[in-house]
C-alpha cells in the first residue's frame, strides 16, 4: 500500500507563489500515476493536475493551465504542484492521490490519497 503526504500550504497573497509536495511510501513510487485535486469547502473535489508513472505525460485543468505545474522526482518519492500566479478561487485543500499506471481526471479513480494541505489565497 502507498501512502502519501502532503506538505507546502498555507497563506498567499494574490499573484503570489506556493509550492505543494507530496511524498510517498509503502511501494515502488515509480509504477503509479499521479495527480492534484483540490476541494474549496461546499464544493465537489476537482481534478487539478496528472503526470503519468514515467512523468512524460501531463495534463492540467484549464483554470490552472499557464500556472500550475506538476512534476516529479522518483529518487526522492515526490510529486510537486508548483503554483504561480494565485487567485483567490485557487483557495481550496489539496490533495495529492496515485493509482497504477495511468493517470486520469476521475477522483473515484484513485486508490491512494493523502490527507490534503490547505491553500488559501487572500485577495
Known amino acids: 500500500q502507498l501512502q502519501l503526504v502532503e506538505s507546502g500550504g498555507g497563506l498567499v497573497q494574490a499573484g503570489g507563489a506556493r509550492r505543494l509536495s507530496c511524498v510517498a511510501s509503502g511501494d515502488t513510487f515509480s509504477n503509479y500515476a499521479l495527480a492534484w485535486f483540490r476541494q474549496a469547502p461546499g464544493k465537489e473535489r476537482e481534478f487539478v493536475a496528472g503526470?503519468?508513472?514515467?512523468?512524460?505525460?501531463?495534463d492540467y485543468d484549464d483554470s490552472v493551465k499557464g500556472r500550475f505545474t506538476i512534476s516529479r522526482d522518483n529518487g526522492k518519492n515526490t510529486v510537486y504542484l508548483q503554483m504561480n500566479s494565485l487567485k483567490p478561487e485557487d483557495t481550496a485543500v489539496y490533495y495529492c492521490a496515485a493509482r497504477a499506471m495511468v493517470y486520469s481526471e476521475y477522483a473515484g479513480a484513485y486508490e491512494y490519497w493523502g490527507r490534503g494541505a490547505q491553500v488559501t489565497v487572500s485577495s
Open positions: 503526470l503519468s508513472w514515467s512523468g512524460r505525460s501531463t
